[in-house]
């Protein structure tokens, strides 16, 4: 018998080593132990893991992949079973591709609860404010169902790269400084702090979003289970909000915000500030910064507009390009000030496709425009707009949650389903993009009309 010793319930490096070395000698499954930590090994004798590669061979990626995610499963056999298929990978490499393979399928389910597991850990961690000696650090406890929580540290450094952060689990502790990551011993629930401020910002936010005509309570339980609900400061919220009506609702809302100390200009700034580190989708990696929205955060008007461009993407600040010319131009004309109403974007990173020195504008998709709906609804919770206006399409995706045709939709006030008005119209680049001058014309008359529709809808 082999005993193999891991250092860590995830530790890939070491069964992929071992495994590489086992399998090249030839050692069938049945005679290999798996251990993890410092249990006693001499139960099961004392053969070594064999240094020799005997009989070198190669591994589809797509294996590797699997077994990076199954490794993080709880299943205390998935060692055994990932080395078993990779044995009989040995005599036949396609198998991996075989669906109707029942150890594929079966090591196939554990590595998507392993990546429902991590989806779930970056959805519903809350984190509580605590004061230490350094000032203010976010501590958050959370129950993996596997051991997601190493593997999954980097997603929070990134996403909470400008706060002090602690997220406790019972299997182990991880701890940001700002700078870098570091690991501690387990811990127990009773050591997580409960209930302060943070919660206020989160039921905000949770009962800005939450709409009672639209709740449908299996699929929030899919999305939510209930083994979560304890730890959400929001949860405690859904019976009443399920039971009340929007009157209650924006009550609520009105209290959390003057929990928030009424100081909506710092939480906005807070809020832009966090933007910057924004890595929720990929966009960030090209782009030259996070351009976030700009405005009075008292502002009754909003506008949506679909990603920064080339100029914004340099400056920072959006609609400060071509459109953003054209935008001013036409809000002018229809009476609107530009200082007094809120610009953003439904996107916040520029996506382009880099041809030689230029970079050319490319449409952000689906995924993109739902990655960025965060940043949107958080604006939205501290604005709170009167009237939403949507510059095209992606900016209607992004307002109505839904695809939307500008030209069934546009020029009307519709109900929003988080509150307020929302407007639908063309974005200005259309007009830019126009060979036609008297096409043009007319369509740029039109979008004057539609945007003076709106301002007189909000001051009616
Ligand atoms: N187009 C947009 O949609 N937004 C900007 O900020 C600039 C151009």
Known sequence: MRVVGL?????????RDAARALAAARVPPSEIVWQVGDQPVDLFGDEAVPQSTAHPFRVPRAFLDLAQAVILH????????????????????????????PLVRRLEEKA???HRDIHKMRAFVRFREIEDDSGARYVAWFEPEHHIVRANARFFADRFANMRWSILTPELSIHWDGA????G????????????????????????????ARLKTGAMLKEMPRKYWKNMPETALVKELVAGARQRE???????????GGNIAGAWEKLRDEAMGCTRCHLYRHASQTVFGEGPVDARMMFVGEQPGDQEDL????????????????IAEAGIERAGVYVTNAVKHFKFEQ??????????DAGEISACRWWYEQERLLIRPEMTVALGATAARQILGKAATITAMRGRALELAEGGLGWVTIHPSFLLRMPDRERAAEEYAMFVEDLKGAAKTLSS
């Open 355 to 364: 041809r030689g020195k230029r970079r050319i504008h490319s449409k952000p």
């Open 185 to 212: 011993p387990g811990a127990t629930k009773a050591e997580a702090p409960a209930g302060d401020p943070i919660e206020d910002v989160w039921k905000t936010y949770y009962a800005s979003i939450f709409n009672p």
């Open 7 to 15: 250092s860590a319930e995830d530790d890939f490096e070491g069964w």
């Open 250 to 260: 924006t009550a609520m809302v009105q209290t959390a915000r003057t929990a928030m």
């Open 180 to 183: 870098a990551l570091a690991e």
């Open 74 to 101: 709880s299943d205390p056999q998935r060692f055994a079973l990932l080395y078993t298929l990779l044995a009989g990978l040995i005599e036949q490499p396609k198998r991996i591709e075989d669906r109707a393979d």
């Open 112 to 114: 998507k609860a392993v």
């Open 315 to 330: 400056a920072g600040h959006p609609f400060v390009g071509p459109a953003g010319q054209m935008f001013n131009r036409a």
